[in-house]
């Protein structure tokens, strides 16, 4: 087949190579809710121009479909923040939780990363899942 249909044709096939491949790069994988269950724990360090660092715990103690609760708790030198209550959402592998101080957190494993945004400087975390 010559022309513009043989065109028309190898046009389709390789718009199809490029949504597929885009497509499959750009879904995250998802993580079964259970195991995020136990205690993470890690740091926080605020970003802004004090430079403030502490422990950063965080408990996921109960789930309900792609809802996880528990609590969490910051610590550092001139910084407390006491416990507070955590009613995540986790969508892929992509776990949020907070409303007016917002937290998003990256899934890997037996790590999270991400920030808390909306507080007076926005914050980097990084967490381990601790082993029992």
Request: charged share 25%.
């Amino acid at each position: 087949m010559r022309g513009p249909g043989r065109r028309l044709g190898v046009l389709t096939v390789g718009l199809l190579l490029v949504l597929t491949s885009y497509r499959a790069d750009s879904q995250t994988p998802a993580v079964d809710p259970p195991s995020l269950l136990g205690s993470w724990v890690g740091t926080w360090t605020e970003t802004g121009r004090r430079g403030l660092t502490g422990p950063y715990f965080l408990t996921l103690e109960r789930v309900e479909g792609d809802r996880l609760f528990g609590t969490g708790e910051l610590r550092g030198r001139r910084v407390t923040v006491p416990p507070f209550t955590v009613s995540a959402t986790l969508s892929g592998n992509r776990l949020t939780y907070g409303t007016r101080v917002r937290t998003e957190l990256t899934v890997d494993g037996d790590r999270m990363t991400g920030n808390t945004t909306g507080a007076n400087d926005d914050v980097a975390i990084t967490l381990k899942k601790e082993k029992y």
